[in-house]
């Protein structure tokens, strides 16, 4: 299966999701390389990373032609042209790539595993963490924060250190459901921003992406 889907959102955001389970060589025959793609791609000597680096811009390809993925030295990636904020994500057998033709914009997908249970002091607040303890599925309630945290981070806040724990506030619109809409409070010394994002929980991953301002 190679592209799982690619939807338009709203005027002018898009996303696409593809399920990896082509080879290597199957995905580099699909996928258009300049020189400077293909002597970055023979420098990997990881076969997973190899497949879901070649599965994001097979996929790109599909949704935007003729353009390619550059990266800031940050490393926040961007088109080589004029034209949509781009923001990119992959986990274990899946690549998400979100356009946005208006603001910046962020995205994850994360595999949802009992490590995030491990790690939630680090990330979730208290008020997160009672939530969470109250839901039916911890492990996909504890998923979500983390990744709605990330797609915030890849967003808008690149360049500067946030405090997962205590600068990002993700606040359900409802009770959470297999797909919805969160809000996420940011504080920041300038002052507290609000972003909303959508998100989907499947059977085995978690996805989340900004909105359009």
């Not at 606040?171 to 797909?179: A, C, H, R, S, V």
């Not at 929980?201 to 978690?206: L, S």
Request: with cysteine; aromatic share 10%; hydrophobic share 35%.
């Amino acid at each position: 299966m190679p592209v799982h889907y690619i939807k338009e959102i709203n005027a002018g955001l898009r996303i696409g999701l593809w399920k990896i389970e082509e080879s290597t060589k199957n995905l580099y025959d699909r996928t258009i390389l300049n020189h400077e793609e293909r002597s970055k791609f023979t420098g990997f000597t990881n076969d997973r990373r190899k497949r879901e680096w070649l599965a994001t811009r097979c996929l790109l390809q599909q949704m935007l032609p003729e353009v390619t993925i550059q990266y800031c030295e940050n490393g926040k990636p961007s088109l080589n042209k004029a034209g949509p904020y781009i923001s990119l994500s992959h986990t274990r057998g899946w690549v998400l790539v979100v356009l946005s033709d208006k603001n910046g914009v962020g995205c994850d997908i994360e595999i949802m595993s009992p490590k995030v249970l491990r790690i939630k002091d680090k990330f979730a607040s208290d008020q997160e963490q009672h939530l969470a303890e109250n839901h039916n599925s911890k492990l996909a309630y504890y998923t979500l924060i983390w990744s709605a945290k990330e797609a915030i981070y890849k967003q808008k806040f690149h360049e500067e250190f946030l405090e997962f724990k205590t600068q990002i506030s993700i606040i359900p619109e409802n009770e959470l459901d297999k797909e919805g809409m969160l809000t996420a409070e940011v504080s920041m010394l300038k002052g507290k921003k609000s972003i909303k994002l959508n998100y989907l929980v499947a059977d085995e991953y978690v996805l989340v992406y900004t909105l359009n301002d």
